[in-house]
């Protein structure tokens, strides 16, 4: 599963950058000091790797938490026990789906933070889909590229249903993103949802195209299903996360051959 891969990926990573900073301790440096200041920073952006494992345990938590929903909610009157208060499926749905799509661009935001100085211009806030996957993007071109065609169309897909629940609720011009609000319909997309999303899509990324992924079936996926097209979606950004943060690599390495007279 990519997810215990990405967690992996990042404590290896945060474990390198923490012995590239320590190497600055060498008694005798040749580095110009402007470098081995920012060097010295490797040590911060290892903690926030290392720190962002911590939010991919509650992430998978709120998506359990969705898996069981319907098993738990009484089909008779749409009413489920929700941490000891009985409320509204539907309601306890939107929360759901709420906090798992929140906590999933949580890490993808707090590793484009820690990584985009490896392969980044520099920019405030780095955002994945915007700085990193969209073809005008700041990151080098064959890492764009990469990521651009093997991940793009997962990661809008994602981007805009996060959007779409954390800023709407998941209402757009009074018609609801589900079916409806039984249990009974669980997390089957209405037709109005449906045809925001392609909208929301074709306007705000034009130029990902929906076969710029790895998938052997094409878009769409899980119609009826949102959280089936989340996990989906989710087990490619995790994917596309590693490979981003792979860059740690080649700034170790970087370092180390900058360093090699002053070992001699």
Known sequence: MAAEQLKQRLQDSATKLQEVSSLIRLSSISLHSDCQDKIREFELMANQLDTTRDLIEPREHARYLLQQLPLVTDINTNIVDYCGTRIPFSNARLLLFQSYLSITWAVCDSITTAISPFICKKVNTPNLVTHFVKEDSNIAYYSNLFLNRNYGWHICVSYAIRNHFVHDGALHNGNDFFTSKRVVD??????????????????????????????DNSWPWH??????????????????????VGSVDMVALQVD????????
Do not use: Q, V
Request: include cysteine.
């Open 257 to 264: 051959n900058l360093l090699g007279r002053d070992r001699i």
């Open 223 to 244: 119609r009826n299903d949102l959280l089936k097209l989340l996990e989906l979606c989710n087990e490619e950004i995790d994917e596309a996360l590693i490979f981003l």
């Open 186 to 215: 669980r997390y089957d997309i209405s037709d109005n949802g449906w045809d925001f999303l392609n909208t929301e899509l074709g306007e705000r990324y034009k130029k990902i195209l929906n076969t710029y992924h790895r998938l």
